[in-house]
């Protein structure tokens, strides 16, 4: 079946330490996202890439990065995790020229716990 | 500014009661999608429904009912005879047609059904 697949369900990261969680998708949809959500809260989008074109939401911190190396795949980086940033990393993807307005496929989420 | 509002926070219904689940969205767009999505104890959203902005039409799928008026800017869920596994938080969520590839979440509702 044709599916977003985050990798690894649960990831336990040091304060400081570098972490990458991963995305791969087989729907062969050109709209990669990366949304954080807190607990007990809405997910909140951080970026997202249209085909190779990456674009960042005005307040997410530039402790947050993304790489999408091919249409299948993609990575978000944070390069040195606060307590703050522990909470669920969703990946979604979507079809379309003009927007969302089709509807996200998730993957299961990352849960990212700092410590 | 576009917003999507869930009142209610949790909701507890004993298996086989009907319950609805209340969403109201402010937007400036005309054109404009509102969707649900549920979010069960594993964590990934999965799509129910999308609904455009021209399309008033009450939508029914099995137990599922979406009830979409634009007089009140209000798009509410229904689940008729709940069972158990209806337990998890549903979010509403709107994308703009000018709002590009970005989704606004509500706060969502975490419905717990007892046997």
């Known amino acids: 079946d044709a599916m977003v697949i985050q990798n690894p369900r649960y990831q336990v990261t040091q304060f400081g330490k570098p972490v990458t969680l991963s995305c791969s998708q087989t729907?062969?949809?050109?709209?990669m996202y990366w949304y954080q959500q807190k607990s007990s809260q809405a997910p909140k989008l951080l970026f997202h890439?249209?085909?190779?074109?990456?674009?960042n939401e005005a307040d997410t911190p530039d402790n947050f990065q993304s790489r999408r190396p091919n249409t299948s795949f993609c990575f978000l980086d944070i390069r040195s995790p606060g307590l703050g940033d522990a909470a669920m990393y969703l990946c979604a993807t979507s079809r379309g020229d003009r927007g969302a307005w089709k509807g996200y496929t998730f993957g299961s989420g990352t849960r990212l716990t700092v410590v | 500014a576009q917003k999507v509002t869930q009142a209610q926070t949790e909701i507890s219904v004993v298996e086989k009661e009907d319950v609805t689940l209340d969403c109201v969205y402010e937007t400036r767009d005309t054109t404009y999608y509102l969707f649900w999505y549920k979010q069960p104890p594993s964590g990934e959203l999965v799509f129910l429904i999308r609904?455009?902005?021209?399309?008033?039409q009450n939508e029914i799928s099995g137990r599922y009912s979406w009830n979409f008026q634009k007089s009140t800017s209000s798009f509410n869920f229904t689940i008729t005879a709940s069972q158990v596994v209806d337990s998890a938080v549903y979010f509403c969520a709107l994308s703009e047609d000018t709002g590009g590839f970005k989704t606004i979440f509500g706060a969502g509702t975490r419905l717990f059904v007892k046997a």
């Open positions: 890439y249209y085909d190779k074109d990456f674009n």
């Open positions: 609904r455009n902005s021209f399309d008033e």
């Open positions: 729907l062969n949809h050109n709209v």
